[in-house]
């Protein structure tokens, strides 16, 4: 089983809101990953998960707070968001360690923010 | 400081021709090499990699690529396409024994009829 979900599928929040994406995957893997993408972009790398600890952040505004509650779990809480913030946000698990290999990826969580 | 360049941002090609999507990186250390793929309104799924071994690697739905080192490439190919290959095509690098993905800015491969 190489899948990775997330809920919810689409998501329109104001810009007041306070909101969460979730994404789980039960294969085993120690990193996890949030990325944001826009459209006709590639990913552009937000958080990483290693063994449950945040390891990377990519300057990413405190208005996006990531949550690691075990390790088939990773959850994006969003509050007071930009309408600019609006994109595909997508999760994606790896082996974990220091041979990663390939990372796996969710459907996406489409955000539009009002 | 790695880079990936998709010299083609958009490749169009009829039904049952081959195609290539190009693929180059920059790298001053040893690299592992992917190539994803993004149908509308989906997550990206991987297609084939590059770890070590063998430069000629093959993936799901028929495609292939194959590293050249000396080059810097990785070049994915398909003898045949079909309808259903209209997609946007990523090729990725990361370090390795690093968690980081680094990617190219895409292809948008479409199929015509």
């Known amino acids: 089983d190489t899948e990775v979900t997330q809920t919810p599928k689409h998501l329109v929040m104001g810009m007041t809101n306070k909101k969460s994406l979730k994404c789980e995957q039960h294969?085993?893997?120690?990193?996890m990953y949030w990325y944001k993408q826009k459209a006709k972009k590639p990913p552009e790398l937000m958080f990483v998960y290693s063994y449950e600890k945040l390891s990377i952040n990519e300057s990413v505004p405190s208005r996006f707070s990531p949550e690691c509650p075990n390790s088939s779990l990773l959850n994006l809480h969003l509050h007071a968001l930009q309408p600019e913030d609006s994109a595909l946000y997508l999760c994606?698990?790896?082996?974990?360690?220091?041979?990663?290999?390939?990372?796996?990826f969710g459907p996406g969580t489409r955000l539009t923010v009002t | 400081a790695q880079s990936v360049t998709q010299l083609d941002s958009q490749v169009p090609v009829f039904e049952e021709a081959p195609v290539e999507l190009r693929c180059n990186y920059s790298?001053?250390?040893?690299?592992?090499l992917f190539w994803y793929v993004q149908y509308p309104n989906q997550g990206l799924q991987l297609l084939l990699k590059y770890l070590s071994g063998s430069t000629l690697v093959k993936g799901i739905n028929g495609f292939e690529a194959e590293f050249n080192k000396s080059q810097t490439s990785f070049h994915l190919r398909k003898p045949s396409v079909h309808i259903s290959d209209t997609a946007e095509y990523f090729c990725?690098?990361?370090?390795?024994?690093?968690?980081?993905?680094?990617f190219g800015t895409g292809t948008r491969l479409t199929v015509i009829p």
């Open positions: 294969m085993g893997h120690r990193a």
């Open positions: 994606a698990s790896s082996q974990g360690g220091t041979e990663s290999y390939e990372q796996y």
């Open positions: 990725a690098v990361s370090l390795t024994g690093a968690n980081n993905l680094f």
């Open positions: 790298s001053s250390v040893s690299v592992y």
